[in-house]
């Protein structure tokens, strides 16, 4: 249902809301947000909201450093954790420079983009993100430890499992914001789990993600914990995956029901997603400990596809009917959700119009070295996923060049900086566990 600016004001005027939050991302990935009074919330619907573009990271030099966001009404949703009087709302937003044109930086305007492109197609994408995370317990002053919650295993229950009662207030929260959660349960990881909800179209989709995380992190730490979406953050534990499901339909047809052949439609997308894989992986995994987590606990390392096989790159879980789809198990949870949906979604309309051709399905266990013979595979680290993106026509033609510049300056930097630090593990502590 769409929602009108004047739905909005009725909305915030019948709800006690006195605050409400313009939330976008950086091209990293990164929430960032501004409060706006409720009095104030007519003139930010029809003028948007000035703020200043050179301080977020990637998005604009001091000099030229005024942008814009314009709240989408659609996106409206109220924050539950947050006081029943004087409520808060909060909105997603799309940026544009001032004079109107939209800003090359607004990474949820690409995703935009290539979902209008396969309308054009004549295809409705709908995408679901399974995104696992790490709770930790936190010292006498609340600053986060690295000691995890529990020491639960997969499916485990109480007392291995001690996180039941925080996936329930999630859950509750979600379903308070629309996010409609599906299953819920403690995973593989001390300390780890994992809450999933329903696919939708890829810009709600993308953020619902970003909701979740928010969502994850708020209600950890108000019951004195630590969320993490760091993609390893335990070295002898699993990594956490940000597995992105998708379908595609052709005149309401699930163009992935059934049997899938190599020239179909259905096919030639997943070609597409598996020739360009290497090239999305600095997008998909954009951080030096992301590649700590390839080639075990179910994190694939190897460019193939199967049905129901976790240890593929892409896999068709075992579904019927509208549940039928592709999953890609490689993207984790520090990916830009904006990015990563968009360009997979690229990748397998490029290979729809270039008619590219699945191969055969490899039905090995991959996690054996043995079984991956002959196999090519995702880049070893994050500096060779960026030489390996910088180097590609198709991620030159998908993005506009100032954003791809400043992504791939912004992670070599993070890869010299990791490269150099006397101690990398106090490196990630300190850049990435704290942040993701």
């Excluded at 909060?90 to 800003?103: E, H, K, V």
């Excluded at 600095?282 to 049905?307: L, V």
Aim: aromatic content about 10%; hydrophobic content about 35%; overall charge negative.
């Amino acid at each position: 249902m769409k929602h009108t600016a004047q739905d909005i004001l009725n909305f915030v005027e019948d709800n006690d809301i006195k605050f409400v939050r313009l939330a976008f991302c950086d091209i990293f990935g990164n929430q960032k947000n501004i409060s706006v009074f409720s009095s104030e919330l007519p003139y930010a619907l029809e003028q948007g909201v000035c703020f200043d573009g050179s301080s977020i990271s990637g998005f604009m030099n001091t000099e030229e450093s005024d942008l814009v966001l314009w709240p989408d009404p659609d996106t409206m949703t109220i924050l539950p954790w947050r006081p029943a009087e004087g409520r808060v709302m909060r909105m997603y937003c799309d940026i544009t420079l001032p004079n109107g044109r939209p800003f090359e930086g607004n990474c949820r305007g690409y995703l935009q983009s290539v979902v209008k492109r396969a309308a054009a197609m004549g295809l409705r994408c709908d995408v679901g993100c399974e995104c696992e995370f790490y709770l930790f317990q936190t010292d006498e002053q609340g600053n986060p430890t690295h000691i995890p919650m529990d020491k639960g295993g997969y499916f485990d229950v109480a007392p291995m499992d001690r996180a039941e009662n925080i996936r329930r207030e999630i859950c509750f929260a979600m379903a308070d914001m629309g996010l409609r959660p599906q299953h819920s349960h403690h995973e593989s990881g001390h300390g780890q789990n994992e809450v999933d909800f329903m696919y939708s179209s890829a810009l709600k989709s993308a953020d619902n993600l970003n909701t979740f995380k928010s969502t994850v992190k708020a209600i950890a730490d108000r019951n004195g914990l630590f969320a993490s979406f760091m993609p390893k953050p335990m070295p002898d534990q699993a990594g956490s995956g940000m597995h992105i499901n998708i379908s595609i339909h052709r005149d309401d047809k699930n163009l992935f029901e059934g049997d899938i052949a190599p020239d179909s439609e259905a096919g030639h997308f997943i070609a597409g997603i598996l020739a360009h894989a290497r090239e999305l992986t600095c997008f998909c995994n954009p951080i030096p400990n992301s590649y700590t987590r390839f080639g075990s606990c179910e994190a694939p390392k190897y460019i193939s596809w199967s049905r129901q096989n976790r240890s593929q790159l892409v896999r068709l879980p075992s579904a019927t009917g509208q549940f039928c789809r592709l999953e890609m198990r490689s993207p984790d949870p520090a990916a830009n959700p904006y990015l990563a949906i968009g360009l997979i979604l690229a990748a397998g309309l490029d290979g729809i119009q270039k008619k590219m051709t699945l191969p055969a399905p490899v039905n090995r266990n991959l996690f054996h070295k043995s079984a991956a013979e002959g196999l090519e595979s995702l880049p070893e680290s994050l500096r060779e996923a960026i030489t390996v993106a910088a180097q590609s026509d198709f991620i030159a033609g998908e993005l506009p060049v100032a954003l791809m510049n400043k992504y791939f300056e912004y992670q070599t930097q993070l890869c010299h900086a990791y490269e150099n630090a006397p101690d990398p593990r106090a490196w990630e502590r300190e850049h990435c566990f704290l942040i993701i």
